[in-house]
C-alpha cells in the first residue's frame, strides 16, 4: 500500500508520482535547505521535460519572489522560463511549486573542462551571459549569487541559461537574510561587499545594497574559473585568508595560468576583477561591446581553451611571488624585529604557495550524468558560505567558568589523552603565527596550534524539546542573539573557553524568548570552530528542554580566534543561536 500524500516529504516523492496539476516526477535533480528540483513531464504530453521546484515547507516568500521575478522582470532568452505553479498536495495549504524549462546541458565550467570550447565560443558565451544581466540590472533585479552552477549551457556550442534567482533582489522585495551580507558564496563576493562585511558585521540593522558591479565581478571569476580551470583564489582556502585575498591580493593574470589565453581576454578578465567596482565594465552592455565576435578575429581565438591531449599548466607562483618568500626566509633567519609589513607579506605568499600547491594542474570534475542538468544544489554543496566574521583584536585574558551540567546530563564527550609534546625546530610558519599573536592582525588565520579533533557526532534532541519551542513561539531556522556568561548584560569582547558546559543568555527578546532567559550550553571543539550544543533552557527557575545550536551565519558553530591551545579556545562572546531538529551539521545556504 502506497503512503497518503500528505504524509510523503517533498524530497522523497518517487519516480512515477503525480503532483497536483498533472506533472509526473521522473527523477530528482537535486535537493537544498529550503527546496528540491525534480524533472517531471506533464501526465498529458510525456516526453516533453521541465524542471519543478518545490519547496520543502509551506511558507512560499521565497518561491514567490523568484516567480515573481521569473514572469515579470527577468524575461530573456537566456534566463530560465517559468511555465506553471501550484500546490501540493492541498490546492490551498500545500507546498508552492513553479515548473520552468530543464535545461540538459552541463552548467559552465564542466563544459568548459569537458567540451574545450574555443576562446570564441567563451567569448559568444559570456557575451551572451552580459546581454541577460544587461536585462535584468535594467529592470533593477540583481542576481547576487551568480556562479558557474547557475550558468547552463542548452548545448556544446554554448548558448546559456541563467538560472536560481531566489536571491535576486528587486526594487520593493523582502530581506532575505539577518546579517549585514545578501545569500551568496563566498569566493565569488566582490571585494567591497566583504569590506562592508568586515566594517559592519556587529551592527544587526546593517544591509549591504548590491549592485551591477557586483554580479560583473562575480562573472569575472567565472570567466577565470572557465578560462583557467581555477578560481582566482581557492574556495577551500581558510575563510580569513581567502577574504583577506579578494579583498586586497591581486589575482594571479589567467594567462600566467593558460598561456593559450589571448591577450585581449587576459584584459578583460583582470578588468572584471578590479578591488575597486568603478574600475570595472560598469553594465552588462558595456562588456557584451567588449566581447562583440568581430573583435576577435586572431587565429589565437579560434584555438581550444586547453590542449586537446594535455592539461592546462600546473598553477605555479609568479617567480617574483618565489622570490619574495625566499627574501623572507633569509631575513627571518636573521636576529631582526619582525614588522607588520612584512608579516602581512609572509601571510599573503605563504597562503598563496599554500594553496597552489594543493591546487590539480586543472580542476576536472567527476560528475554524474545528471550533475549538469541541476536546478538545485546537493545537500552537501561547500560552495554557498557566507563570509565569516573577521579575527577581532586578541581576547581579553578571561576564562569562562563553566557551570553546572543541565538536569538532563547527555553523554559526555571523552577527550583522548594530549600525546606528549615533541621538540620542534623554529619554522617559517611557527615565526609568523608568534609575529601574528604579537600584533593581532585581522587578516591571520583563526587555526589554532592544535591536535585534530573531530567534528561533533549527530545527536538527536531532548524529549520534550519540540514542545518547549512551540510554548515560546519558536521553530526550526529561528535565530536569535545570545551573550556567554554568568551575568545578564556582560560587555561583549573575546572570551577564553573550555569544553565542558557555561552559560548562554538570550540577549534580547525573540518572540516568546524573554531576555536573561539561560541556556545551559555544552562546549565542544574542533581545530577550527567552537560548538555549542544546548539542551536545556532556564527561565524563572524553570527548567525546559530545548534543540539549539550556536550559529554563525551559514555554518554551525563559531569561528576560533587568533590565540587559545588544545585546552583553551578564544571566541567573541555575543553570537547567534539557532533552533534545530537535531545535532547535526547545517548546510551553508538554503537554495
Not at 576562446?119 to 552580459?130: G, S
Not at 545594497?209 to 570567466?223: E, F, P
Not at 536545556?536 to 527548567?543: A, K, N, Q, S, T
Amino acid at each position: 500500500m502506497s503512503p497518503h500524500p500528505s504524509s510523503m516529504p517533498p524530497e522523497a516523492l518517487p519516480p512515477g508520482f503525480v503532483l497536483t496539476g498533472g506533472w509526473r516526477v521522473l527523477e530528482r535533480l537535486g535537493v537544498g535547505g529550503y527546496g528540491v528540483v525534480y524533472r517531471v513531464e506533464p501526465v498529458d504530453s510525456p516526453g516533453r521535460y521541465f524542471a519543478l521546484k518545490l519547496t520543502r515547507n509551506t511558507a512560499e516568500g521565497r518561491a514567490l519572489r523568484e516567480l515573481t521575478l521569473l514572469l515579470d522582470r527577468a524575461v530573456h532568452p537566456n534566463v530560465v522560463a517559468v511555465h506553471a505553479c501550484g500546490r501540493w498536495p492541498d490546492l490551498v495549504t500545500g507546498h508552492f511549486y513553479f515548473v520552468m524549462d530543464w535545461v540538459p546541458g552541463p552548467p559552465l565550467h564542466v563544459w568548459a573542462d569537458q567540451h574545450n570550447p574555443s576562446f570564441r565560443q567563451l567569448a559568444e558565451t559570456f557575451r551572451r551571459v552580459a546581454l541577460a544581466l544587461d536585462t535584468l540590472h535594467a529592470g533593477d533585479v540583481l542576481h547576487r549569487d551568480l556562479k558557474p552552477e547557475h550558468i547552463l549551457l542548452r548545448d556544446t556550442e554554448g548558448d546559456p541559461v541563467l538560472i536560481d534567482l531566489g536571491a535576486s533582489a528587486y526594487t520593493g522585495a523582502p530581506t532575505l537574510t539577518t546579517g549585514p551580507l545578501p545569500p551568496g558564496t563566498r569566493h565569488l563576493r566582490s571585494p567591497e561587499a566583504i569590506r562592508f562585511h568586515q566594517r559592519h558585521w556587529r551592527h544587526p540593522d546593517a544591509r549591504y545594497q548590491s549592485v551591477a558591479t557586483d554580479d560583473l565581478y562575480a562573472l569575472g571569476v567565472c570567466l577565470y574559473r572557465a578560462a583557467t580551470g581555477h578560481y582566482p583564489f581557492p574556495p577551500d582556502w581558510p575563510a580569513d585568508v581567502l577574504c583577506a585575498a579578494i579583498t586586497s591580493q591581486p589575482p594571479v593574470a589567467p594567462s600566467e595560468l593558460n598561456p593559450r589565453i589571448p591577450p585581449e581576454l587576459d584584459a578583460i578578465i583582470l578588468r572584471l576583477l578590479e578591488k575597486l567596482p568603478e574600475q570595472r565594465f560598469q553594465s552588462g552592455a558595456e562588456l557584451a561591446s567588449t566581447l562583440a565576435p568581430n573583435r576577435f578575429t586572431s587565429e589565437a581565438w579560434a584555438t581550444p581553451l586547453f590542449g586537446t591531449d594535455t592539461p592546462a599548466p600546473p598553477r605555479k607562483p609568479p617567480s617574483l611571488a618565489r622570490a619574495r618568500v625566499r627574501d623572507l626566509e633569509t631575513r627571518l633567519s636573521r636576529p631582526v624585529l619582525l614588522v607588520v609589513p612584512a608579516v602581512l607579506l609572509l601571510l599573503a605568499v605563504g597562503w598563496l604557495l599554500h594553496g597552489w600547491r594543493q591546487t590539480t594542474p586543472r580542476v576536472t570534475p567527476q560528475i554524474d550524468p545528471l550533475e549538469g542538468h541541476k536546478i538545485a544544489r546537493h545537500a552537501n554543496s561547500h560552495h554557498s558560505e557566507a563570509v565569516t566574521d573577521s579575527p577581532r583584536a586578541n581576547p581579553i585574558p578571561v576564562t569562562v567558568a563553566p557551570v553546572a551540567p543541565p538536569l538532563q546530563d547527555p553523554t559526555p564527550v571523552m577527550k583522548p589523552p594530549a600525546p606528549p609534546a615533541k621538540p620542534r625546530a623554529p619554522s617559517l610558519a611557527r615565526l609568523s603565527k608568534v609575529a601574528l599573536a604579537c600584533t593581532g592582525l585581522a587578516c591571520s588565520s583563526s587555526t589554532p596550534y592544535v591536535q585534530h579533533r573531530p567534528i561533533p557526532p549527530v545527536a538527536e534532541c531532548p524529549a520534550g524539546a519540540d514542545e518547549t519551542h512551540e510554548r515560546f513561539g519558536i521553530e526550526q531556522g529561528d535565530q536569535f542573539e545570545g551573550s556567554i556568561g554568568e551575568n545578564f548584560g556582560t560587555p561583549f569582547r573575546n572570551i577564553t573557553v573550555k569544553e565542558g558546559y557555561l552559560m548562554t543568555n538570550v540577549h534580547r527578546k525573540f518572540k516568546k524568548l524573554p531576555a536573561g532567559a539561560q541556556l545551559v550550553t555544552e562546549i565542544i571543539f574542533t581545530n577550527e570552530r567552537v560548538y555549542g550544543r544546548i539542551r536545556e533552557m532556564r527561565v524563572d527557575g524553570d527548567v525546559y528542554p530545548v534543540c539549539l545550536v550556536y550559529y554563525e551565519f551559514s555554518d554551525v558553530g563559531r569561528q576560533r580566534l587568533p590565540g587559545g591551545d588544545e585546552e583553551h579556545a578564544v571566541i567573541f562572546n555575543l553570537l547567534h543561536v539557532r533552533v534545530v531538529e537535531r545535532f547535526r551539521e547545517i548546510l551553508g545556504k538554503d537554495w
